[in-house]
């Protein structure tokens, strides 16, 4: 059974970086990944996601150019690089699989089929 692993998570400053991290310990390659986010109170949200070799990759608004997803095949990981953070950006960042292998860049929660257990990323202003 596939199980997706994050790590990066912590506290930074408003302005700064942080970078995600999502380990599988299954081959990845075959489908695309995503990251989504759970703020206090809200509903989960997209983030961004990535086809399965990189050609593709699709980003919610709100990222604004402030995050780059990537991803490591041969190491069965995912990355999150994420750049002038904001509080808003306070959440549990979560990585997930795709459901099936044939999509591209998902974007709905329903479209992937394996999910990570989180992790705190925590922006102070």
């Known amino acids: 059974q596939l199980r997706l692993v994050e790590s990066g998570g912590g506290l930074a400053q408003a302005g700064g970086s942080m970078r995600l991290s999502c380990t599988a310990n299954?081959?990845?390659?075959?489908?695309?990944m995503g990251w989504f986010r759970q703020a206090p109170g809200k509903e989960r949200e997209f983030v961004a996601s990535?086809?399965?070799?990189?050609?593709?990759?699709a980003y919610a608004d709100f990222v604004e150019g402030r995050f780059t997803i990537s991803r490591d095949n041969a190491k069965d990981m995912l990355f999150l690089q994420m750049d002038k953070l904001k509080s808003e950006d306070t959440a549990v960042y979560f990585c997930?699989?795709?459901?099936?292998?044939?999509?591209?860049?998902?974007?709905?929660?329903?479209?992937?089929?394996?999910w990570g257990q989180g992790t705190q990323v925590t922006v102070s202003s």
């Open positions: 997930a699989r795709a459901r099936l292998t044939g999509y591209l860049t998902p974007r709905e929660q329903n479209e992937f089929g394996a």
């Open positions: 299954a081959d990845i390659s075959m489908w695309a």
């Open positions: 990535l086809s399965r070799r990189s050609g593709r990759s």
